[in-house]
């Protein structure tokens, strides 16, 4: 019998004056949610809904700039602007009414950002080192830069602290704090560089201005790197000795801490760790860092579930447990944890879709929960329907069972038909790559929410309108998905696509040219597997650069593949036509660029150009339904309920969501299925 009182997890944490209700924080990251640099609705919101799932600590930010020279990289706010103290107020009002504390991350991103935006005001680092990832040339921070910087820091804190937060913490790893402690970064010939002393001397002069603000009472941590893991960079031996020194002057509260460096996509990939990777793979060195230290350890990379979240704090690892992503899948995870329902909790798969969405300039969101970053509209708790109704859903892949899943939970009688014998549909598919299998727990979590609430589920169920009719639905929605479209070029029925490889219908060559037209995850998750099986492979693909849709860090694993399997990549090149040449296939390559056609031959050519919908069942339907099919626009992007009529004699709602409609991703299907849902 699970007894919460003695969960390590569930025990409070005093920190300094503070008492934080238990072990579990979401440590700092820039969802991108702020208007005009500051924390506004959709920010508070997202951050409050955590505060209600039952989380001690929310570190907002990741990072807010303390300076114009550092413009924003994703989305960061604007520390350095007196109007974020009013927006602060609120965040941190927000917070508190449910229990949680609120801090915020402060930073000067030195070389992590680019000069072409905002105030057009030159990077700045302290040597003219420049980043691959960002690619400015910054140039060296000169004495007046270090000294209105230090005072830019202090300012900022003050503003944090007259926000009502409850502390603060420096960030200190890649940006331009840390860039002095390390060799890479820190090249100058003066007194900021050489000895620990004159490495460290901007991060005490930044900690004595804070402290002569802010006082001594207030809450103050930093998230540091103690070991940059590489050859160039800053050594553990170093960086446990900068930890101690911080430590033992008497400034900071709490270490957070970081291994790894963030310069490049690959580099940062161990920081922030994706699917297929180690679980909580610096554990063991955070608790090395804190016996050392004998001083509060927060510590997040890849902790997405509650076992190694609580081995963390069980074994003296960690002080408080960073669950970032894992919130970001489903913020109430604290609070299924003390009613004991762990197993409701809904999954971070590692899919990374989030992050990856961040550093491409987007917004975060989760690949599977879309109410996250749009608690306005999006609810993560559903309320039960005032009419209950009978419901069919046709389809079990992520639409279909989100579907299901919303419709029962909110009390309606769901019948759910899926033609094969699994649910999953193309998630099944992406998760048969080893790399990707964790994706299936999308569909395993709906599956048990669908059981659990009842939903009446029949596989091996190819129905068409006359067995939808026959259950007498008030609502339908269909969730078909749709099949590869292969149908691009001259000689197509030579081709395979993607889905064949994956599936195994159709066996990998020895020589396999794969036509990428769409960038994104299925094509290279097809490709990977065809380099992982030893074929000779080259990718080809229209685009003017690789895999447009696939963001940095999952990049990564596809591009270390390709690297080590000596794929071929080919950019900017359409294929033409197939034909065969033997027992060959010759493939005619062109370009929207010349006239000019070159060939291949290889064993197997395989297309990947999305899918085209499997639509004959929502349109037989069509004609019967009260609303004919049709969607309320303006009421769907409001979050407001359905209300067209348009067929007084229609007898039920039809709705049509996911890849039946037209090809996208698993987060618009099942955003799809949960704003259309929620309101039935």
């Known amino acids: 019998m699970y007894d919460a009182s003695k969960d390590p997890l569930l025990q409070p944490y005093r920190l300094k004056h503070l008492t934080l209700r238990n072990r579990i924080l979401s440590t700092a990251h820039e969802p991108a949610y702020s208007e005009d640099g500051l924390p506004k609705q959709r920010y508070r919101l997202y951050h409050a809904e955590k505060a209600k799932g039952g989380i001690a600590l929310t570190m907002t930010a990741g990072s807010a700039v303390v300076s114009r020279d550092s413009p924003q990289a994703f989305g960061n706010l604007h520390a350095y602007k007196d109007e974020i103290v009013p927006w602060l107020r609120e965040l941190s009002e927000a917070c508190h009414e449910h229990g949680a504390a609120v801090m915020m991350q402060i930073t000067h991103l030195g070389r992590r950002t680019n000069w072409n935006k905002a105030d057009w005001l030159p990077v700045l680092a302290p040597s003219p080192v420049r980043e691959p990832a960002h690619r400015a040339f910054p140039k060296a921070a000169e004495d007046w ?52 002393d004159n490495r460290l001397k901007f991060t005490f002069r930044v900690l004595d201005a804070i402290r002569q603000r802010v006082g001594p009472a207030f809450i103050v941590g930093i998230r540091m790197v103690a070991d940059e893991d590489w050859d160039q960079g800053l050594s553990r031996a170093e960086g446990v000795e900068i930890a101690q020194r911080l430590v033992a002057a008497g400034q900071i509260d709490f270490l957070n801490l970081i291994r790894g460096h963030i310069d490049t996509d690959a ?69 299924k944890i003390a009613a004991g329902k762990e197993h409701e909790i809904r999954p971070c798969v590692g899919a990374t879709y989030c992050l990856d969405r961040i550093y491409e300039g987007h917004e975060a969101l989760c690949i599977h929960n879309p109410a996250t970053g749009r608690e306005a509209t999006m609810p993560h708790v559903l309320r039960p329907a005032t009419q209950k109704k009978r419901a069919v859903v046709i389809g079990a892949g992520p639409a279909g069972l989100e579907a299901a899943r919303v419709l029962s ?11 094969a014998d699994q ?37 091996n169920s190819y129905v068409g309108a006359e067995e939808v009719l026959a259950e007498s639905p008030e609502v339908v929605v269909v969730a078909t998905g749709g099949l590869p479209n292969t149908e691009i070029l001259a000689g197509s029925a030579l081709a395979v696509s993607s889905w064949d490889i994956l599936s195994g219908d159709a066996p990998i060559a020895e ?87 070159e060939t291949r031959e290889v064993d197997q050519l395989v297309v990947e150009h999305g899918t085209l919908p499997l639509d004959e069942l929502y349109f037989a339907l069509k004609p019967l339904s009260a609303n004919l099919g049709a969607v309320d626009y303006p009421a769907i992007i409001a979050g407001r309920p359905q209300e ?22 698993v987060h618009a299907a099942i955003y799809d299925a949960l704003r259309l849902c929620k309101d039935v």
């Open 145 to 196: 830069d270090l000294e209105r910087i230090i005072a830019d820091y202090a300012d900022a804190a003050e503003r944090m602290q007259a926000g009502g937060l409850d502390g603060i913490e420096l960030e200190a790893y890649g940006h331009l704090m840390d860039q002095f402690w390390s060799p890479a970064t820190n090249r100058r010939e003066d007194g900021w560089n050489g000895t620990l």
């Open 267 to 335: 580099a940062l990939s161990k920081v922030i760790p994706v699917q297929g990777m180690a679980s909580g793979p610096h554990l063991d060195f955070c608790g090395e860092v804190r016996a050392e230290t004998k001083f509060p350890v927060f510590h997040a990379a890849r902790i997405a579930d509650v076992a190694t979240a609580r081995h963390a704090v069980a074994e003296g690892k960690l002080d408080m447990v960073g669950m970032t992503r894992a919130h970001i899948a489903d913020p109430h995870i604290v609070m």
């Open 409 to 419: 939970a909110r009390g309606h009688a769901v019948v759910l038909f899926e033609a």
């Open 423 to 459: 649910p999953g549909g193309q998630l099944r598919l992406a998760a048969r790559l080893r790399r990707r299998s964790e994706l299936i727990g999308i569909i395993d979590w709906r599956m048990a929410r669908c059981t659990a609430a009842g939903v009446d589920l029949r596989f």
């Open 511 to 597: 020589s396999v040219l794969l036509y990428d037209d769409n960038a994104a995850h299925p094509g290279l998750t097809a490709a990977e597997m065809i380099a992982e099986k030893g074929a000779q492979l080259e990718i080809v693909t229209p685009e003017r650069f690789f895999a447009v849709d696939v963001g940095g860090l999952n990049h990564v694993a596809y591009a270390r593949c390709f690297d080590e399997h000596g794929t071929r990549l080919t950019i900017n090149k359409r294929v033409l036509a197939a034909e065969r040449s033997g027992n060959r296939i010759k493939v005619t390559l062109g370009s929207d660029y010349s006239e000019r056609t």
């Open 644 to 665: 067209t009529e348009a067929n007084p004699d229609g007898a039920f709602r039809l709705y049509r969501i996911g890849d039946a409609v037209a090809s996208r991703n």
